[in-house]
């Protein structure tokens, strides 16, 4: 059977059909709706595995664990209502002819009868360097409308929330207010009880959530019941302006907050509204830095006088906003589309995911970023998870990858942390960074102590910011005389992979001790510290010799390197051979990268390379890192993986890192929507170089 023969047959299985849509660059798993932080973060799930195929109506959207957020979009065209967000009830839902992403962007192309056309764009802005804007936790979604048969026709748009953002237990009891400033009319809806750095099925508990648009001619609000306020539009056409003040649990009755336009004639001159999404909290992180435990303001806070003052500026910065996202946009399609259009695929879904697990907070004089480990365990600023991301900070603002190490820096230089080597993480659930003065984190150390060497080198390198590695010297000094200890025999311990199980001797993290020791040679070079430069250069070398005789089967055909020191027929991704060449360090001989770059392809599966003889999954940062450093290729395979994977894997779960190189499923219940995709930046750092 032709594949055209397949998809006809697919179509007809269906209860109704559905026009199709095209998909471009790729279908991902997911689709990024309102991806900004930890706690916005909404998506279309795609996948088989229980997404419907990547279609905006027809499925209500959901926080990337799964639970849905409730969100609707209604448009009465010549009196008749039609769905064009979400699953309301009764309603026929628009058909979809596209879908595409960018950097920062989604959007969906949608038709109603042939009569209007409908374009509806979520934006996400990353503004890496501008921290006013980078520091507001909201999204915009806009939605144009045209005539597409030449005729006018008459139009009316709407569109609601439900109470399901401002609690992960829908028994909870909801309040919310209707309000206007100037032009702007938005709805506050917020936990009635609020539980100050709370999460609940990692949903936060506390802040309020604001629903907003410019009020232009023909505007109507309400809130209450959902099937009373959609149908009163689907009915009417307009809103009552009215507020439901029966304050109660979300599931209740399920209240709704809604905005609706009457757009009047519309014809072949695009009319379009705005909608804002957005969640403010005073406070946003516990911190255990220099001052003890103390509570620190999310970092718009610095910048306006209230919360109303911020939701004004985001609403009314469109037009700025989305010139400087498609500038990004522009940006990493250029230059990842040099390397190629796969690795362009993979890219543009990867960065606003890398920003969408931090959050900008502090003050004007002491800024931190504070990051998510979403998905595995919730741990805040986990060193082996800001690594594997590092490449996306580094290539759009090293001042971010500086942000988000300050709070472990801070935390271990004021004495708060007991053992030698580096802290896993700076807290064991976000927003609390309260540390961990017991010294009972998760004990990675040899991993960790690597990734900060490596990581304050390369910031270094981005910024010549000589003060950093001045200030952090000590620390920095003292995590090397660990991995002096440990790095050339590695004890039995896990890596960052740890799922995968603990082991003696590893290979690929015995290289990371080696590269981190090469590195604090030349942060002490850098520093004056010229003795120290030569004795952990001659030590880093001297182990690397040694490495290449331990962790190296040199008579396999082809060679490779083992996952474990003498397990002859053991392998894995090399991926910590990325930091030799990021930092120029040369510590590596060349011929150990053509070895590796000859034996991928040799056991490459059907969606990639696994991660090692362990298993038959393999984690995408990791592969996107031995690409980097790959031949071409061996490169263009990996990212011909990847970008395929994107296309096709059931999974239907935001960006998942883990996926089956022989399935394309993805194995678990962890690893979905983590910042580590970001290490698909890791090509363009190579090819950009690291030097201002
Ligand atoms: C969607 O497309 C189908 C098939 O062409 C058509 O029958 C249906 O009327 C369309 N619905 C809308 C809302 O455009
Ligand atoms: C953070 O700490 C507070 C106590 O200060 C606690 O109530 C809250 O549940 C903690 N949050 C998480 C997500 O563990
Ligand atoms: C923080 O700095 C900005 C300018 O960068 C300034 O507008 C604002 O007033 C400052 N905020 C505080 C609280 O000092
Ligand atoms: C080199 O560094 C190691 C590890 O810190 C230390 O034990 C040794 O004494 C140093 N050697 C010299 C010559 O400084
Ligand atoms: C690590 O490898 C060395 C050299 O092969 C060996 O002597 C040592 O026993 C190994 N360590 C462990 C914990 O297996
Ligand atoms: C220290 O830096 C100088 C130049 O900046 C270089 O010539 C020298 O080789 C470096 N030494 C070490 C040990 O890296
Ligand atoms: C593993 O391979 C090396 C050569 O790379 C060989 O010297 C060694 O004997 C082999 N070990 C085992 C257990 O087969």
Redesign the pocket.
Known sequence: MTPFFLVSLLLALLPSIRAASTFSPARPPAQPLAVRSPYLSAWQTVGSDGGNGGYLAGQWPSFWPGQTLGWTGLIKVDGTAYCWLGNPANVPFVNQTSYSYTSTSSVYVQSVEGKVQITVTFLSPITPDDFLRQSLVFSYINVEVVSSDGKEHDVQLYTDISAEWVSGDRSNVAQWEYGTSGRISYHKVYRQTQLAFSEINDQTEYGNWWYSTTADKGYTYESGIDVDVRGQFSNEGKLKNTVDTNYRAISDKWPVFAHAFDLGRVGTRSTSRLFTIGLTQEDAIQFDGAKGVVPLPSLWTQYFPDEISALHFFQNDYEVAKSLSSSLDDKVQSDASAVSDDYATIATLALRQSFGATQLVGTNETQYVFMKEISSDGNINTVDVIFPAHPAYLYTNPAYLKLVMAPLFENQEAGQYPNRWSMHDVGSHYPNATGHTDGNDEQMPLEECGNMLIMSLAYYLASKDLDFLTKHYKLLDQWTQFLVDEALYPANQISTDDFAGSLANQTNLALKGMIGIKAMSVIANATGNSLSASNYSSIASDYISQWQTLG?????NPPHSTLSY?S?NSWGLLYNLFGDKELGLNLVPQSVYDMQSTFYPIVNGKYGVPLDTRHTYTKGDWEAWAASIASESTRDMFYSDLANWINVTPTNRALTDLYDTVTGDYPGIYFINRPVVGGVFAQLVLELGLHP
């Open positions: 190296i089967n040199s008579a396999a003498g002859n």
